[in-house]
């Protein structure tokens, strides 16, 4: 889940981009003019949440990093209790060692070899599950999040809504810090599964 926030990060940087182009691509040169109060206002508003906050406070995503948690534990007992079961047999070839014949000893190389390469598997397939179950839900928490922004700003009172991270955004203003309304909408709407 550490990737969510690069990810939402990402995102929003090219949000900036695209933002930064429209504005300034079509930008015709400033003529002065003496129309006044009533010309329209073609200003926009954007707003943003605090990613760290919504993954401290968002219940599902707390939910599915546990989720996640346990998955990965899971993974490294099986993956140690395999380790020990093979540390086992290759303390029993070792104190038959010199009592060994050679056809013993080339079965035990054999069998050793693929071990390992039972291992290697395991380890890959249980990894890429666990790869999956991040991207899924990743996935999940930013499709709650989009449909529940979607909602919020049906009005379009802002142009475009980012996520926050300090190392992206060199100012803020806080009248249009969305965080709590997001936190408390994204928890209303989630109903944990019972287990």
Known sequence: MKHLSTILSVIALALIAVLFYFQFANKKPHTESH???AEKDNSFKMAYFDIDSLQN???YYKDA???LKAKEQSMNNELQSLEKSYQRKIQEWQQRGSSMSQSEAEAANREYQQMQANYQQRRGMLEQQIGNLQMEKRKNIKEKIEAFL????????YAYIISYEPELMFYKDSAYDITGDLIKGLNAGYQPQKK
């Open 35 to 37: 129309a006044g109060p």
């Open 57 to 59: 406070n968002y219940q």
């Open 65 to 67: 990093l546990e989720e």
């Open 150 to 157: 979607k909602d919020y700003n049906k009005d379009r009172k």
